[in-house]
């Protein structure tokens, strides 16, 4: 059994409790000899605006889940970080908060989805942010006889973006994220987990976040539709504590097992 595949049959009362989660990630045999047999994987994608809260609950969901965790938002800082061909492309799209084109994108992505870690479930963020990105996936996914298993759209006003992105600052070295105000390290500008440096995120500067937000109510928003429409969408309030909002989407994950299979 891969590691995204996890045992539908579960008590949705625990996973609202923090720290009883029956099943993180890769199915063990539970300590109550309880067997269930049937598994599914785990296919979800994080989707809302910028500032949400994406990068900040997949890092819980990943603890939870031990799936890969798939942000094109990483992966294209990576590339411009290193320097490759596509690195610099899509820089000068982020350094305005456009999107960088579908082609470049999904080229990337469907080389990611199709890794051996990849086969058994994950975890998107920042894809699919166009129709077409959304068409393509499924057409991937459905020429593997995969599917999504839900759409966790974090839902936050545009006032609460603009004042997360602007006070969010991210580490140098691996990318964990505080905010001056509602998240603060512990020291000044030292990322608390690996004590490197903390910055300001080019594209969270005022300017550029304005347009990021016109960009998303353009293009990404209409993706919502999309996925609402195949009964996908699973609609979460982004705007409570970060920890209310994780126990809500194990909640969602959850009951979406029992409302499947039983
Ligand atoms: P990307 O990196 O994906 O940026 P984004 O979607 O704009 O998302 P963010 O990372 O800014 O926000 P988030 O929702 O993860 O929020 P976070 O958890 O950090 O994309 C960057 C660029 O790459 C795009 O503009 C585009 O150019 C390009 N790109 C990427 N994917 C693409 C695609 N598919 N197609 C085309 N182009 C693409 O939280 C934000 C802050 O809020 C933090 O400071 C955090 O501490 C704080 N916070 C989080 N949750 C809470 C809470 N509940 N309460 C209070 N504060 C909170």
Known sequence: ???????????????????????????????????????????????????AGKGTQAERLRKDFQVPYIATGDMLRAHVKDGTPLGQEAKRYMDAGDLVPDELILAMVRDRLERDD????????????????????EEQLRSLGRRITAVLLLEVPDAEVVR?????????????????????????????????RLVQRDDDKPDVIENRLRVYHEKTAPVVDYYDERGLLRRIDGTREAADVHDHIRAVIATLRLEEDF
């Open 164 to 196: 997360r992105l602007s006070g969010r600052r991210v580490c140098v070295k691996g990318g964990h994220n505080y905010h001056v105000e509602f998240d603060p390290p512990k020291h000044e500008g030292v990322c608390d987990q690996d004590g490197s």
């Open 1 to 51: 059994m891969g590691v995204g595949r996890i045992d539908l049959r579960c008590d949705v009362g625990a996973l609202v409790t923090p720290g009883v989660f029956p099943f993180p990630g890769t199915l063990g045999p539970r300590p109550d000899g309880y067997s269930a047999g049937v598994v599914s994987e785990l296919n979800l994608i994080l989707f809302g605006p910028p500032g």
């Open 118 to 137: 990849a086969q058994d479930g994950f975890l998107l963020d920042g894809f699919p942010r166009t129709r077409e990105q959304a068409e393509a996936l």
